[in-house]
């Protein structure tokens, strides 16, 4: 568009004039271009081989929906649009890629059987415990995947697991690390602690010296977030109005193209004995086959279980010992003849005689019909109808689209021509920060980064086009910036006391703390200390890491103290959650395993070769990044 904006207000002199002076250099571009690598639309380039934007967009979007499958409503879009997740996902692609080209010039490969076989046991796709075509097939339409693509990235996927699972499966644990960690993990020790809450002094006094002071040297506590306030217009499809009414014959047209949609042919329930017999036999092998086939189908006439003839003579060996089953089956499923002949049978007359294809003699056998079945253009007229308009306002949307952009780029700073053009209203947010807000467009971390880009909040220009679902759009333009700042001391002043108030009390309960320990390094005993201080004795025999009884915090200071003298304690004082505790470790128990614990020590045997294997499969991964040349443009992500 913006081109023939171009072509249209350029003519005479002046237009050759302008081209002859841009014809120089970009001849010279179309020339560097043989010689250069154009990276521009790649988020990663791994060992010269790019990811490009489109890959990674499309692979984003299928793990986003994959996601949103297995989460259901406990999804957050918004967690997935954020750039940590995003810098994730790319990072899990270079590995692929490393992988990939590993596995290339290994020359690894998966045979069609394994792939096969690793599709056919996922269960997402089986019914009952069977693998179902139907359901496979809906779910991967589900997910916008065909077969072949979904086989593709398995079988690239099989590939590429092989490095790993190899390194995996050499992981091993030996009987000393099973003991170690079994030393540590099922350790106990036995304890007391006097319990000091930090408790603020009610009547205490806070003068404003002591309170600006505190707001000076911790001003990074009380710092405003930065903000900005943004204009912008939106595009949606759903609200263009103006909704086109088709024809009836364009309905009807449609309905007709798309019949299939709509309707489900009639299906047969078939069964067959194949006597095989090559296209180029001599004619007397012809003959006997088909003689033999006469025989069955006279048979199977005659009354005798035509699975249990199948069974005995047919050499399909897909379905002989099914009995002949052929499932249900549709016009196009089968060769022509076999065709023809399955629709002349009826249940009155169910068994065929022989018929010829390419294969050798079949004998058909019809075993129930199922009608066709659907809707009439009346009952799918609506649906045809919703469908055309949709189609339309996508269509305008898309124009709409292009000439927003267009005008934008004519004056890239501002948006009141686009809205005036195109009859749009300009809408303003309140401000909001880099972590985004709550409700409408602030909620879109999309929006919300694109708001906080250098286009936007640095150049102060109109936004590239924000994705906010599908056919709806949104550009943006930064109307107030409000930078980071220290907040004035009225506005933090409780905080500030608060603050003050707290640290007091933890002084003072570390001071506490420290007197008991100082009592006890002189012979007091632990439980007249706490009683003489009014305060609570914690006292366990044998303690494991975990025990939902005991603070979290004090256990796990507790587990980092240093081993007791024999005969002796050790003593020290610890900050725990709100408060702190004079603790007396008395004794300390390794762990051990019985020989009643096989099924113990084999679950940790299995943890610790897993870990193993997963640090093994990240140092190798580490060990190809280490080797390869990678660059990544954040800025396209």
Do not use: C
């Not at 690598?37 to 990663?44: F, G």
């Not at 077969?147 to 499966?169: H, K, T, Y």
């Not at 600006?212 to 609200?239: K, P, R």
Request: hydrophobic share 45%.
């Amino acid at each position: 568009m913006v081109l023939q904006a171009i072509r249209d207000r350029l003519h005479g002199i002046i237009a050759i004039f302008i081209f002859a002076i841009l014809i120089i250099p970009f001849a010279f571009v179309g020339v560097n271009s043989y010689f250069t690598s154009d990276a521009v639309n790649s988020v990663a380039v791994v060992n010269d081989q790019e990811i490009t934007l489109n890959q990674y967009n499309q692979a984003f979007q299928n793990y986003r929906r994959r996601m949103q499958s297995q989460m259901g409503d406990a999804f957050d879009p918004d967690a997935f649009d954020q750039l940590i997740i995003r810098r994730q996902f790319i990072d899990r692609m270079i590995d692929e890629e490393l992988l990939s080209q590993l596995s290339i010039d290994a020359g690894l490969a998966v045979t069609d059987e394994r792939l096969s076989e690793e599709i056919r046991s996922m269960p997402g796709f089986e019914v009952d415990g069977e693998f179902n075509l139907d359901v496979y097939q809906q779910r991967l339409a589900a997910q916008g995947l065909s077969p072949q693509q979904f086989e593709n990235d398995v079988r690239v996927s099989l590939v590429m697991n092989q490095f790993p699972q190899a390194i995996g499966s050499s992981a091993i644990s030996t009987d000393w690390e099973v003991n170690d960690y079994v030393r540590l993990q099922e350790q106990k020790r036995a304890f007391s602690a006097i319990i000091v809450p930090a408790s603020p002094a009610t009547e205490e006094a806070i003068d404003e010296e002591a309170i600006l002071a505190w707001y000076e040297s911790n001003q990074g506590d009380y710092m405003s977030e930065e903000q900005v306030v943004i204009e912008f217009i939106e595009l949606d499809a759903a609200t263009l109005g103006g909704a086109v009414e088709p024809d009836e014959e364009v309905l009807r047209a449609r309905f007709e193209e798309q019949e299939a949609r709509f309707i489900t042919p009639e299906a047969r329930l078939a069964s067959h004995i194949l006597i095989e017999v090559e296209t180029d036999a001599p004619q007397v092998d012809v003959d006997s086959a088909r003689e033999l086939a006469e025989e069955l189908s006279t048979r199977a006439r005659d009354g005798e279980d035509f699975a249990a003839l199948a069974r005995e003579a047919s050499q399909d060996l897909g379905s002989a010992e099914e009995g002949g089953d052929l499932g249900w089956i549709e016009p196009g499923y089968m060769v022509q003849a076999f065709e023809d002949a399955l629709y002349e049978l009826s249940i009155e007359n169910p068994v065929s005689e022989p018929i010829q294809t390419g294969f050798g003699w079949h004998v058909i056998q019809l075993r129930e019909i199922r009608p066709a079945e659907g809707m009439s253009y009346t009952e799918a007229r609506e649906l045809l109808l919703a469908e055309y308009q949709e189609e339309a306002d996508e269509r305008r949307f898309i124009e709409q689209a292009d000439r927003m952009i267009d005008i934008i780029y004519e004056d890239p700073t501002t948006l009141s021509a686009a809205a005036d053009e195109l009859g749009l209203q300009i809408q303003q947010t309140e401000p909001f920060g880099r972590a985004g807000g709550q409700l409408g467009v602030t909620s879109n971390m999309e929006f919300v980064n694109t708001a906080f880009s250098d286009l936007v909040l640095a150049q102060a220009s109109v936004s590239d086009p924000v994705d906010l679902g599908e056919n709806h759009i949104a550009l943006l333009h930064l109307q107030q910036h409000l930078p980071a700042a220290v907040r004035p001391l009225e506005d933090v002043r409780d905080q500030v006391v608060e603050a003050i108030t707290r640290q007091r009390a933890m002084d003072a309960a570390a001071a506490t703390a420290e007197e008991l320990l100082a009592g006890l390094n002189a012979g007091q005993d632990l439980q007249s200390l706490a009683d003489s201080a009014g305060l609570t004795l914690v006292t366990t025999e044998s303690d494991r890491r975990t025990n939902p009884d005991v603070s979290s915090r004090l256990l796990q200071q507790v587990f980092l103290m240093d081993l007791p003298a024999e005969g002796g304690s050790e003593a020290a004082v610890f900050e725990i959650e709100d408060g702190y505790a004079l603790v007396r470790l008395d004794t300390v128990t390794d762990g051990v395993i019985s020989e009643e614990d096989a099924f113990l020590a084999q679950a940790y045997k299995r943890r610790i070769g897993n870990a193993t294997a997963s640090a093994e499969a990240i140092a190798f991964l580490r060990m190809l990044r280490a080797q390869s040349t990678i660059e990544v443009f954040e800025d396209r992500l």
